[in-house]
């Protein structure tokens, strides 16, 4: 038996509390008792720290260096297996061979420099549209507040299909569209901090659904599932072959390995490119309530586990649709501890 055996989630969304869940549930109908899932976070009261084996708090204040020192001594002492990373990705993907060399399987992009050119919207659209994979919509990029008024005095007289679109803006690198707006007749904070350095896309603000196709690119494999963001808090979940395709190709074409997310919008009948998140997304715990366990199928893989009944059985399941509705439940935290700001707000209030 491999001496390490355990799972680790380090700092990641409030949603990683589904997929740990998810997993955990997976794993004990698999009888794998022996594997413990750990999870860290900066925040003591991480609403994930109450479903896994055991958590951990990290540093908030860190350099990248010192991170993979953390990390890596982190997995030796846990007896790390399998790390589903979200913090510092870019930074830990530049080490993978350490941490194969403690026997530890990092589940990330395994192409440094091809993450970190994923993360370049500009560049990513770019290359897409040359290879006809994917219609790419139209955008400018925006150094200063002078090119953001001429762009969007351009982007105005775009002809069909983005006439009389309204417009809207985020950075060229962004983490879950935190930056993304609507442009009005407002002033946004956001253009304060546009730069040669930290540039702004600015583009038609299109008008269709949102699709997210949550992927896995193993060694001999390929799932794909999709995710149609209906609006509220109501998600169709679709095996589809067309969608399942294209984000192979997509994939091929890049050359990205491990979970990655492929998301596109729709606009006046085609379907448009917006990113690639070279991570799971926020939202899988949705594709595994479907039925589709896309982290636990990437476990199985890296650890050398066969993952081709799953694969099979996707595949049949092409055409199928699972309706999905989302509702808020309170969690029990492990703790009773509070920040010293939430204590100093609560006496304020007084």
Not at 58 to 69: A, G, L, T
């Amino acid at each position: 038996m491999h001496l390490n055996t355990n799972i680790w989630f380090n700092h990641s969304f409030s949603t990683t509390y589904n997929t740990i869940q998810q997993l955990r549930r997976a794993l004990r109908a698999a009888r794998l008792k022996e594997v413990s899932i750990l999870a860290s976070n900066t925040d003591i009261n991480s609403v994930y720290s109450g479903v896994c084996d055991a958590f951990y708090v990290e540093p908030s204040e860190i350099s990248e260096e010192d991170y993979v020192k953390y990390a890596l001594k982190f997995c030796k002492e846990h007896s790390i297996r399998v790390m589903f990373p979200t913090r510092y990705r870019e930074i830990l993907a530049k080490h993978l061979e350490k941490f194969r060399k403690i026997g530890t399987e990092v589940l990330v992009q395994d192409n440094a420099e091809l993450l970190e050119m994923l993360e370049n919207k500009q560049k990513c659209m770019n290359m897409l549209k040359e290879s006809g994979l994917c219609k790419i919509h139209p955008f400018e990029v925006v150094h200063n507040l002078s090119e953001f008024n001429e762009s969007c005095n351009k982007l105005k007289t775009l002809s069909e299909p983005f006439d009389d679109c309204k417009l809207c803006m985020k950075f060229n690198q962004d983490v879950g569209a935190t930056s993304f707006r609507v442009i009005d007749n407002t002033k946004s904070s956001i253009l304060d901090k546009v730069s040669d350095d930290k540039p702004l896309l600015v583009m038609p603000y299109l008008e269709g659904i949102e699709v997210s196709i949550d992927s896995y690119m193993g060694k001999d494999t390929f799932f794909a599932i999709t995710r149609y963001k209906l609006g509220g808090r109501r998600t169709l979940v679709e095996w589809n072959e067309e969608f399942y395709n294209l984000s192979k190709k997509v994939a091929e074409f890049f050359g990205i390995t491990g979970l990655y997310n492929l998301q596109l919008k729709g606009h006046r009948g085609n379907w448009y490119f917006l990113e690639i998140n070279t991570r799971m997304a926020g939202g899988i715990h949705k594709t595994v309530t479907a039925g589709v366990n896309i982290p636990y199928i990437a476990y199985k893989d890296v650890i050398g586990l066969s993952v081709k009944a799953d694969e099979k059985e996707l595949k049949s399941n092409f055409g199928k649709r699972v309706h999905l509705s989302q509702i808020e439940t309170p969690v029990m935290l492990d703790t009773t501890t509070i920040s010293e700001k939430d204590e100093e707000n609560i006496k304020l209030s007084l």
